[in-house]
């Protein structure tokens, strides 16, 4: 019945797409949301990147694809129970299905809710501002719930009259909180966050190579600084001074357009008149720089590198500037549509390719003009969060264990989270410290018994499960794919060869050994 | 870019094979045999980090008689003339081993700029990641050692990861603190070093190189960076090798001389560190940004640095290790010579002082001067790549070679604007 309905909706898909796709490509902003779907960004995607959809070959298999995209919507491997159903599934449209099923589920809010959240709010990453993570986190997971438009949320944040935010209440405060509430300080995040440009450098100086002067920093700034009334108890545009300087600045836009100033001007609709900018420019910086970072989340590295220096002449031309134009233009006319977004990039062909793949065209310099071709997938690192989720998943216990003596107590997972930190998933580092702690670390030790392992507590209990079985069990809850041949005999040699040691002690040793290998700790 | 990329890897394999040659048969005498190799003795750096910015007015510079003096003393050192703090009496005995430039002038006032600027010696230049001066030193020497080449005790260090020199080059961070609170860190213990049991530890390395050699894993840049940071934990948790941060092995009169705190503590790690081989200690002090009460503040961090420092030197010295050994103390920037409404000093990069002692640096000199309020350079303004191309040169390295960067762009050793200081040499 299901698959029926998404075959089906495929199909109709079809008609409008190739009809969308060509007003894409013409003019982009005419095409209406209606007819936008998913399958006009897969499309749009594996035509820029011409992947040849008949050739099998270049695609992970079922196993390594339900890994990746679980890791990708929900921020964990796939339990035991989806990969059994995964691998058992011969059904044509069995990738759509599984794209569906975590697309509707809790935790994949909860993982682009940090996502978003790390893109807008980085500080919070930091020990300092560590405690506006939650209630941001909380804000945005109920936003998104409810499918709010992209565009939406931003103004959301920029417009929140943050000095009167009453206490508790589920608001983008931390957004002012991790950035001292001070002009500059939110410009630089603003802009960075919200357009993908870095006006930072040019707080203090005007600096050779930047598009943007110090003087548009500090007009930047005075967006978010409060109005002055003046002596008719009128409220005008506020000042703010450069520093070590006489220089007085009013607000005005980074494109010089002009301002109309509203009737009634308070620090709320000051910033409006920021973010109604934000939207109508033609540059679409707004719906760029969310594309170009959601394309980050899913193939590792973005579209444009760095992803907050999106104003560079460099990147206005060429196959990647075209295709982030097409993706945004298309982003913009489905309304801002985020499920639309991703369901659209990880149903597209060059989102299955494999990781192994041995073209050597994938290594060429990605600055190099010419086209831009994805041969192989990005072997990315886990995140703090994925590789905590990942380690319940495996051991089949829930992913949050929280300390009960309080609110200030750090979970166990934003602890661990913070210790695995990592600033990009394709340049992903792993330090001496945090090896010794997967390793020697009393955390991963206690998910190597039965105590404190329910997968391992439930196999040792399975009597209906030869050895065998149990090997190949422990290999899908912690690889989610089951043992090779040549594996599970080196596996079992290797526990013939310490005859004393208890079955219990070795399907944990093999635990240990899964849980500390590249495989794991890698999205491939 | 893809010649680095290919000798990376090479090397990456070596060492994984290695690896994987001790790790399947026994544990620890293999690794014994490893750490023997390093025989001869190279050069080292120590930084001694006084994080967030000291008032070197109130240390090497000070400026007594003036508005801005504060109420500390000047004391007479070994050296006629050379004049520091009174609360740097033991350092003062030793003042032939070490010079001060007074005439230090950098252009960054906000803490994590400063702190780039300062430990890589360049400004951020779009996608280029910079290393730290520790990761292109110990790039450079590149000692086979079990023990991290690149060590930072203490809090966090301003320039993680190893920048385009990869992570084989980053700072091993002891007694960190979690990044959200946690442990504290005047305990200077390398968390989770060693293995629950021995017996276990080889069942589990054995069926690890079994698996490992038969992954179809593809390499990959992340993947490179796993197995290195897998195989160098193994290697640090052979006991031998981790015997050098257990400070247990000291003598109680030497680790009293050092100071009983993490710093003093962390001086001592950083001599046995030296001593076996490692190329760059960095030892961090916090609390040097007095925004206000800074007289007390400051007279307190410097008995803890005075005592430790001072210990070091002589430490070193007696060991014969002093002449292999080049020792920086500075931090970010220095202090307004005006002092605020708190008592306090603000940031202030434009004139300020530090302090290089050891290998290649010739002692008991004063460098530059500022003016009598202390507020400018009255001679030989020196900048950051200055004083980086006197350390390179300090330990026997060209500051004009080149690293290939991440950009495929060739980056020196320091900015080719930087002269070295030759009166130090």
């Known amino acids: 019945m299901v698959h029926q309905n998404i075959q089906t909706r495929l199909k109709l898909r079809l008609l409008p797409v190739w009809l969308c796709l060509f007003i894409v490509a013409s003019a982009a902003n005419t095409c209406h949301a209606a007819d936008i779907s998913p399958l006009t960004i897969s499309r749009l995607i594996d035509q820029s990147l011409e992947i040849d959809a008949a050739d099998h070959s270049q695609f992970a298999s079922d196993a390594e694809f339900l890994r990746r995209v679980t890791l990708d919507l929900a921020g964990r491997i796939p339990t035991i129970v989806e990969v059994h159903d995964y691998l058992s599934n011969t059904s044509e449209s069995r990738r759509f299905e599984a794209i569906d099923r975590l697309m509707q589920s809790g935790v994949h809010y909860r993982n682009m809710a940090t996502f978003w959240r790390r893109a807008w709010v980085p500080q919070a990453d930091t020990p300092e501002f560590d405690s506006v993570t939650e209630d941001f986190e909380r804000w945005l997971v109920h936003r998104l719930q409810k499918g709010t438009r992209y565009d939406e949320l931003v103004v959301e944040i920029l417009?929140?009259?943050?000095?009167?935010?009453?206490?508790?209440?589920?608001?983008?405060?931390?957004?002012?909180?991790?950035?001292?509430?001070?002009?500059?300080?939110?410009?630089?995040?603003?802009?960075?966050?919200?357009?993908?440009?870095?006006?930072?450098?040019?707080?203090?100086?005007?600096?050779?190579?930047?598009?943007?002067?110090?003087?548009?920093?500090?007009?930047?700034?005075?967006?978010?600084?409060?109005?002055?009334?003046?002596?008719?108890?009128e409220s005008q545009p506020p000042k703010v001074r450069v520093p070590d300087t006489k220089m007085e600045l009013e607000p005005a836009l980074l494109t010089n357009a002009k301002i109309n100033w509203p009737q009634k001007l308070n620090s709320v609709s000051l910033r409006l008149i920021l973010v109604d900018w934000m939207k109508a420019n033609e540059e679409q910086l707004l719906a760029k720089n969310a594309v170009n970072r959601l394309w980050a989340h899913y193939f590792g590295e973005a579209i444009i590198e760095p992803v907050d220096d999106l104003s560079r002449d460099e990147v206005q031309t060429g196959a990647r500037a075209r295709l982030l134009n097409d993706l945004s233009a298309a982003f913009i006319a489905s309304g801002y549509d985020l499920n639309l977004m991703t369901e659209g990039i990880v149903s597209s062909n060059a989102y299955r390719l494999s990781s192994s793949n041995t073209d050597k065209?994938?290594?060429?310099?990605?600055?190099?003009?010419?086209?831009?071709?994805?041969?192989?997938?990005?072997?990315?690192?886990l995140a703090g969060e994925q590789l905590f989720d990942s380690l319940q998943t495996a051991a089949n216990l829930p992913s949050e264990r929280r300390d009960v003596e309080g609110r200030s107590d750090r979970s166990q997972r934003s602890e661990f989270a913070s210790r695995f930190y990592i600033e990009n998933?394709?340049?992903?580092?792993?330090?001496?410290?945090?090896?010794?702690?997967?390793?020697?670390?009393?955390?991963?030790?206690?998910?190597?018994?039965?105590q404190g392992n329910l997968m391992l507590a439930s196999i040792l209990?399975?009597?209906?499960?030869?050895?065998?079985?149990?090997?190949?069990?422990?290999?899908?809850?912690?690889?989610?794919?089951?043992?090779?041949?040549?594996?599970?005999?080196?596996?079992?040699?290797?526990?013939?060869?310490?005859?004393?040691?208890?079955?219990?002690?070795?399907?944990?040793?093999?635990?240990?050994?899964?849980?500390?290998?590249?495989?794991?700790?890698?999205?491939? | 870019m893809s010649n680095k990329q290919l000798t990376r890897r090479a090397a990456l394999q070596n060492m994984a094979l290695g690896v994987s040659a001790w790790s399947t048969s026994s544990w620890l005498p293999n690794l014994a045999k490893a750490a023997a190799k390093t025989g001869s003795k190279p050069k080292s750096v120590i930084l001694i980090w006084l994080n967030g910015g000291p008032a070197t007015i109130d240390l090497w510079d000070l400026k007594p008689g003036n508005n801005n003096g504060g109420p500390f003393q000047e004391i007479e050192t070994q050296v006629p003339g050379m004049k520091i703090s009174e609360h740097l009496p033991s350092l003062a005995k030793q003042a032939s081993d070490f010079s001060i430039i007074r005439s230090m002038s950098t252009r960054e006032g906000d803490h994590s700029r400063a702190r780039f600027v300062t430990m890589t010696g360049y400004t951020p230049q779009g996608a280029i990641k910079f290393p730290a001066l520790g990761s292109l030193v110990a790039n450079e020497f590149n000692i086979e050692n079990d023990i991290p080449s690149y060590v930072h005790i203490g809090g966090r260090p301003a320039v993680g990861g190893g920048g385009f020199l990869g992570p084989q080059f980053a700072p091993f961070v002891v007694g960190d603190r979690s990044r959200r609170g946690g442990a504290d860190s005047s305990d200077l213990k390398v968390a989770d070093l060693a293995p629950g049991s021995e017996e276990q530890q080889i069942e589990r390395l054995q069926l690890q190189a079994k698996l490992k050699s038969l992954s179809t894993m593809p390499a990959s840049l992340v993947t490179d960076t796993l197995d290195s940071s897998r195989d160098r934990a193994l290697r640090l948790m052979n006991p031998k090798a981790a015997s050098v941060f257990d400070l247990e092995q000291e003598e109680s009169a030497v680790r009293e001389a050092y100071g009983t705190g993490s710093f003093g503590q962390g001086c001592l790690m950083a001599r046995r560190l030296v001593e076996r081989g490692v190329s760059f200690v960095e030892v961090s002090l916090n609390g040097w940004d007095t925004h206000s009460d800074n007289f007390a503040r400051v007279k307190e961090l410097s008995q803890q640095l005075d005592r430790g420092c001072a210990s070091l030197l002589s430490d070193l010295r007696q060991r014969g290790l002093l002449k292999d050994t080049l020792i920086v103390c500075q931090g970010e920037f220095g202090r307004t010579p005006r002092i605020n409404g708190q008592s306090g000093r603000d940031h202030w990069p434009a004139s300020w002082a530090m302090m290089l002692a050891g290998a290649g640096i010739r002692g008991g000199q004063v460098i530059g001067r500022t003016s009598k309020d202390g507020t400018k350079i009255e001679s030989k303004p020196t900048r950051t790549a200055d004083l980086m191309a006197t350390v390179f040169r300090g330990v026997g390295l060209d500051p004009?070679?080149?690293?290939?960067?991440?950009?495929?762009?060739?980056?020196?050793?320091?900015?080719?604007?930087?002269?070295?200081?030759?009166?130090?040499?």
């Not at chain 1, 065209?361 to 690192?381: C, K, L, N, Q, Y």
């Not at chain 1, 580092?429 to 997967?438: G, N």
Request: negative net charge; hydrophobic residues 35%; contains cysteine.
């Open chain 1, 159 to 233: 417009t929140l009259d943050h000095a009167n935010n009453a206490p508790a209440s589920t608001t983008p405060i931390g957004f002012y909180n991790a950035n001292l509430s001070r002009p500059e300080n939110l410009a630089a995040s603003a802009t960075r966050a919200f357009l993908g440009i870095n006006l930072d450098c040019a707080q203090c100086h005007d600096h050779p190579f930047s598009r943007w002067t110090r003087e548009q920093f500090w007009q930047t700034a005075a967006f978010f600084a409060d109005p002055q009334t003046d002596e008719n108890s």
């Open chain 1, 361 to 381: 065209s994938s290594e060429a310099d990605s600055d190099a003009p010419g086209p831009f071709r994805i041969t192989r997938a990005t072997v990315r690192g």
């Open chain 1, 425 to 450: 998933s394709f340049s992903a580092e792993r330090s001496i410290s945090q090896s010794l702690t997967l390793m020697n670390g009393s955390f991963v030790n206690e998910l190597t018994t039965k």
């Open chain 1, 461 to 524: 209990s399975s009597p209906f499960m030869n050895f065998d079985e149990q090997i190949d069990t422990v290999f899908i809850a912690v690889l989610g794919r089951h043992a090779q041949k040549t594996e599970l005999k080196a596996v079992k040699h290797s526990f013939e060869s310490h005859a004393d040691t208890t079955r219990e002690s070795r399907l944990g040793n093999l635990f240990w050994v899964l849980v500390n290998s590249t495989e794991f700790n890698t999205n491939h």
């Open chain 2, 400 to 425: 004009r070679k080149q690293n290939m960067s991440n950009v495929g762009r060739p980056i020196r050793l320091a900015d080719p604007d930087g002269n070295a200081i030759e009166e130090l040499l």
